[in-house]
């Protein structure tokens, strides 16, 4: 099982640009969340996806979108990068009515805004 | 809203002692709680999570929390460190159940030989 997979693992962009992250949930998971962990914080939560729609939200911006497609796979978007959008992103997936909460992380996109 | 407060932001142990890691968390009903880790460049990984069964909660790598509801805490315990146990740990807190989890600022263990 290859788990949570993110790609790109690394990435450098300057201000005002765009940006796009990747996430393959867990096989057999329907649900993804997105995370931004700035440097020496814990993550915080940006959105969720379950059947293609969004259904929570966190405290970011509208510059912050994201897209679930029809094999659970996610994209996250980032307009008009600022420097403070500089973070590790992760990805975690998980079954919607398995219990528990429990969320099977990625290994992040390390994003750098110049 | 939920938040959860990690007392401690650098814990330093010598090889085979007891490892302790405090948290916290705001609430007025009992969460569900959890403790991840995070190794350098390496997403999180669960250690153990309470979901209202016992109050003691075991999980992987011989790391244990208890649950105290008089005190609102959820501390991590370990009796014994060993070198692979130097990494980032993560108290976290699903107040209502949806997967949606608000994160403590984080505990770096070092441990010394």
Redesign the interface.
Known sequence: DAGVTQSPTHLIKTRGQQVTLRCSPKSGHDTVSWYQQALGQGPQFIFQYYEEEERQRGNFPDRFSGHQFPNYSSELNVNALLLGDSALYLCASSQQGFGANVLTFGAGSRLTVL | AQS?TQLGSHVSVSEGALVLLRCNYSSSVPP?L?W?VQYP??????LL?Y?SAATLVKGINGFEAEFKKSETSFHLTKPSAHMSDAAEY?C?V?PS??????????TTVTVRA
């Not at chain 2, 159940?97 to 984080?106: E, H, I, V």
């Open positions: 959860v569900y959890f991840y460049n390496q997403g999180l990984q669960l999570k979901t993560f976290a699903d159940n949806d997967y949606k989890l608000s994160f403590g600022a984080g």
